[in-house]
């Protein structure tokens, strides 16, 4: 029974240890930077979010299925437009030498000050060498600040 019972807790401290690891943190085939058209907007004006990739040799970002940004809802946010995608000669693939921009609106009743845009930026990249496909769930956070 002791042998049993040993078994058992070697193999829930084995199974604690596993989902105790946390996911890989950095992508090593793309990498992703977040930037604003312009850093100050005007409560009730819109701003662009650019979304630039950087991939190693052979590594393409698929449009199909489609790339996804889902913006946090916050009362300060008040529009969000739909994505601009360049495309290459492919348009199966990202043309990742021209940034992804999104349109987004500042609500008019959003106070001046500094504010937080997070959200979400969802994307498949396929390695042309191998033919393995990843989808990415890359967070989004930047400072925006909002006037007047």
Not at 26 to 33: A, G, R, T, Y
Not at 88 to 103: A, R
Not at 119 to 140: A, E, H, N
């Amino acid at each position: 029974m002791k042998k049993i019972f040993l078994l058992f807790f070697v193999i829930l401290s084995t199974i604690s240890t596993i989902n105790a690891i946390e996911p890989e943190k950095e992508n090593k085939d793309v990498k992703v930077e977040f930037s604003l058209k312009q850093k100050t907007v005007n409560a009730g004006a819109t701003g662009e979010l650019l979304i630039t990739f950087k991939t190693k040799k052979d590594i393409h970002i698929n449009l199909d299925p489609p790339m996804k940004v889902k913006l946090d809802s916050t009362d300060v946010i008040a529009t969000v437009g739909k994505l601009i995608l360049p495309k290459t000669g492919k348009s199966e693939y990202l043309d990742i030498s021209k940034p992804v921009k999104l349109q987004f609106g500042i609500s008019k009743k959003a106070k001046p000050g500094t504010i937080r845009l997070r959200g979400l930026l969802t994307y498949f990249y396929c390695s042309g060498t191998d033919g393995l496909c990843s989808r990415v769930k890359q967070p989004i956070d930047i400072s925006l600040i909002v006037s007047k």
